[in-house]
């Protein structure tokens, strides 16, 4: 099972962009579907996540202005990020909580698609 996220790009400050991320290869349960993002010289950290039965958490600094959604039939989730800032420039990341037939529940990851903000 492997994540192919796209979307990313440049945009300038107060601009918009979609992420969109799917879950592929072989037969396979997912449950939690998250974003992260990383930016230069700084930790990975959680932007938003949602659950396989609609549930979603935000992170403060984005609460307002991103939006998770997913497709379960699709296997996909997405991130409307709205009302952009320079600050949200970083590398956004998609992980999945993947089960498969013979396996307990593990987290993959994405390959991490950038988003550059202008000001």
């Known amino acids: 099972v492997q994540l192919q996220a796209s979307g990313g790009g440049s945009v300038q400050a107060g601009g918009s962009l979609r992420l969109s991320c799917a879950a592929s290869g072989g037969t396979f349960s997912v449950n939690t579907m998250d974003w992260y993002r990383q930016g230069a010289g700084k930790p990975r950290e959680l932007v938003a996540g949602t659950t396989y039965d609609g549930r979603t958490n935000y992170a403060e600094f984005v609460k307002g202005r991103f939006t998770v959604s997913r497709d379960n039939a699709k296997n996909s989730v997405y991130l409307q990020m709205n009302s952009l800032a320079p600050d949200d420039t970083a590398v956004y990341y998609c992980?999945?909580?993947?089960?498969?037939?013979?396996?307990?529940?593990?987290?993959?990851w994405g390959p991490g698609t950038l988003v550059t903000v202008s000001s």
């Open positions: 992980k999945a909580s993947i089960r498969r037939t013979w396996s307990g529940w593990y987290d993959i």
